[in-house]
């Protein structure tokens, strides 16, 4: 018996995440990845890669006239950017792309899944958040009452999304947690940092506002620093005049400094391999661990490396076997400083994964 076709859309930041998904619901389905063509190079796939070569402003409307070949029509990153769009062009792509939706949705509502990146969003009445510019969140909000398939990244990101909705709004709707990536078999790793020679992975893109590089900057100042050899790789998009000299004020510490405009998942997993151990150096600003996931983990996981993340990231404590979460800088150094003299054994479980494989199995009712 032939698979049912499943799509899966990205064309906007989450490739390696996308790529990831493709995978897992490719055990299910005969599965087709829809891209741009300036992204379709950003990630690796040999067959059943859709590249839309018109303009991407236009990708949506092979989605309307294509969707019916497809069992379900997963949106990897949906209309969620920018936040609040500023100038006029945004305001009117904004409610093109709104419109454009709104077809999909009166024409696939039982097909479409949403992959929620950050619920802030999605959600009006987040007053905090939105201040006086709820008409952007209020439309996006009309995605979550009318999609019956949502994914969440975290099990804290589906209570709390189901909170927000109220349970009985999710009654007709199917929840589920699919984590931005997963660990295949299980794994474990000996951490012990070189006393004399450390590379310290920097994950995300270079970013004035989502980033605290205070944080980096603190550490490296550090004694325990001194007269070590330290490279210092930043895992992330290096495409601004801010970002190049963001990583200028760091040669101070490091004679060697790895960056690029772009890394491909190939480059992404070479040079992320040789750190010593990743840190992330998220901010509160952007509303990581309350309605949103850091890619932090997933990367960890990647790359099965200890990782570094500030203790508001992760409030149910889903990635603790890999990670250390740091209150302060002198809590972050002093576990440094404790893996330097004294190794541990981190687990990387697949238990999630082969969880996820069940539910996945379970709720879209495949035989």
Do not use: W
Not at 46 to 67: A, D, E, H, S
């Amino acid at each position: 018996m032939s698979k049912q076709k499943f799509l899966l859309i990205e064309y906007t930041a989450h490739f390696r995440n996308a790529l990831d998904n493709f995978k897992i619901f490719e055990k299910f389905y005969e599965c087709y990845f829809l891209t741009s063509k300036k992204n379709e190079n950003k990630f690796n796939l040999k067959n059943n890669k859709i590249t839309f070569r018109l303009p991407q402003f236009l990708i949506l409307f092979y989605v309307i006239f294509n969707g019916y070949k497809f069992k379900y029509i997963y949106f990897s990153t949906p209309h969620e950017y920018p936040d609040y769009p500023d100038s006029l062009i945004q305001k009117i792509f904004f409610l093109y792309t709104f419109l454009l939706y709104l077809i999909i949705f009166f024409i696939y509502k039982k097909k479409i899944i949403f992959q929620l990146r950050s619920l802030h969003r999605y959600f009006p009445n987040i007053r905090s958040v939105h201040k006086k510019k709820i008409f952007y969140s209020k439309c996006r909000n009309y995605y979550l009452q009318n999609c019956q398939n949502i994914i969440c990244e975290s099990e804290f990101l589906r209570k709390k999304l189901i909170n927000m909705l109220g349970k009985s709004n999710c009654l007709d709707k199917k929840i589920l947690v699919i984590y931005y990536a997963y660990s295949r078999k299980k794994n474990k790793i000996k951490v012990n940092f070189n006393k004399k020679m450390i590379n310290i992975g920097i994950l995300g893109a270079v970013d004035q506002n989502r980033k605290d590089y205070s944080v980096l900057y603190k550490l490296l100042e550090n004694r325990f620093f001194f007269n070590k050899k330290i490279t210092l790789t930043f895992l992330g998009s290096v495409n601004t005049k801010f970002a190049e000299n963001k990583i200028k004020e760091f040669s101070k510490f490091s004679k060697k400094i790895i960056s690029k405009n772009y890394f491909s998942e190939k480059e992404f997993i070479k040079f992320g391999k040789k750190c010593s151990f990743l840190i992330s150096l998220n901010n509160k600003t952007n509303f990581y661990g309350k309605y949103r996931m850091s890619g932090c983990f997933g990367d960890a996981i990647l790359l099965k490396k200890y990782l570094y993340c500030p203790n508001f990231e992760d409030p149910s404590r889903e990635f603790s076997d890999f990670t250390f979460y740091y209150k302060n800088i002198k809590s972050m150094i002093k576990n440094i400083k404790i893996r330097a003299n004294k190794s541990i054994i981190v687990t990387f479980n697949s238990i999630k994964y082969e969880q996820t494989l069940k539910i996945i199995k379970k709720n879209f009712e495949i035989e």
